[in-house]
Structure formats: C-alpha cells, structure tokens
C-alpha cells in the first residue's frame, strides 16, 4: 500500500490566538480520512484557563463562558490529542496539518506548558502540509491561500470553515486534490516529501520574510518569521554558570 492509498490522520485546532508561545487550544479535532472521505473523527472542547478575546470568538464561535462551562480541563484535552496522533503515526498514517507550523508548534508548547511529553518526543510523524504543497505546485497563482482560498481553488466542499473537524477533513481534501492535479508528487517517497516539504516551507518563508521586510507598514513583522517546519522547535537556553562564591 502507498501513501497515497493508506488513511491519513487529519489535524486541526482552534485557538485563543496566534502565538503558539503565549495562546492556548480551544478545540481541537483529529480526524481519520481514507478512501477519499472521511472515515472517523474524535472532536475536543478545553477550558484554556484564558480569557478568549472576542475578535477570536468571532472566528471560531466560542466565547470564554462557553468554553469554562463545556470544556475539559487543557492538560486532559492536550494529553489525548497528543496520543491519538501518537496512535496513528505508530499506525503508519501521514499526519494532515493545514499550515502545520502554527498548529504542531501550538500542541507542543500546550505539552511543555503542562508538563507532558510532546508529539515529536514520542514519534516522528510523516507531515502533509496542502499549505506548503500548494504554493509550490502554483507558487506565481494570485489570491490568497488560505483555507478556503485553496477548497475554492481545487473544488473542494469545506464542511465549515473555523469548525476543527471541518476544517481538517478540507485539509485532507485539498491535499488528495493537489496530489491528483500534480501527479509527479505520487511519485515521491513520504521520506523524500518530508524532506522536500520542510526546504520548500523554509523557502516560502524567507520570502514572507523579505514581503514584509520590504513593505511599509509590516517591517515589524520580518522579525518573527520562522523557517522551521513542521514545527519550531523550544529555545533552549543556555545554562547560566552559577556566580563564583
């Protein structure tokens, strides 16, 4: 069986924001998807512990009152995300992440934040990113690339945009479209499509990275643009000498 024709495990959050280093997951969804259409989904509400500000409720639909009451404490939600990605990486299924540096990046710094141990602590996952895949088969296409922007581009029915479930299951089928429009990449191994994907996504990012050097307006921005991919790694600081007695 190849890649293209095992299961994958589709992967999506919500969130209280955009910096995985200080925001926290409001849902959550991982989603088996096999044979062109979904086949299961496991769906996650958490009590960040945070207040939702309510440009964020706006996206997602969940206010801080509603996530208090009907949500699960976050170290309970983070744990059983991670092993049920855990559980198909050992299964042998390609993880599906839309923009899988925001989302990856998130999960692991929710792991260090309660004290567990992270996803690629205990795996190493084979990454589908449509994000990356895109830009690359049709780096010089106009309009934007988000989400939506891509089910619209390859004809893609998204279930719900901003909804978890809904929006890992496109992911996946915008990535079996991008595949099946650009057939060249069946033919690459997922050892030379990880490798492949993470220059691709480094050199997508430099050149963000230089947009928004170049543009005024958004040269603050240049900064915090991170070429790691799938996920960025911790910083780790330097031990500091204890000072001499």
Known sequence: MTWI???????????????????????????????G?????????????????????AIHGYTTEAARESGR???????????????????????????????????????????????????????????VLDKRVDRYRRGGRRLVDLCATYGVVHGGAHEAAADAVAACAVTAAVVERYGWLKRV?????????????????AGLREHFATTPGKTHLAASVREDWPFVPRLVLPAVEEAAQ
């Open 37 to 57: 259409r979904p086949a299961g989904a496991t769906k996650y509400l958490a009590d960040p512990g945070v207040p939702i500000p309510a440009e964020t409720t």
């Open 189 to 205: 191994s997922l050892d030379d499509l990880q490798v492949q994907q993470a220059r691709w996504a480094a050199d997508q990012q």
């Open 73 to 131: 404490p976050a170290p309970e939600v983070v744990e059983e995300v991670v092993t049920d990605l855990v559980a198909a990486v050992r299964a042998g299924h390609p993880l599906v992440a839309m923009n899988a540096q925001f989302d990856l990046t998130m999960l692991d710094r929710e792991c260090a934040r309660y004290g567990l141990r992270s996803l690629f602590d205990l795996v190493t996952p084979y990454v589908l990113d449509p994000k």
């Open 5 to 35: 024709s095992r299961p994958w495990c589709g992967f999506d959050l919500e969130t209280t924001g955009t910096n995985p280093e200080a925001d926290r997951i409001v849902t959550a969804a991982v989603v088996t998807y096999d044979g």
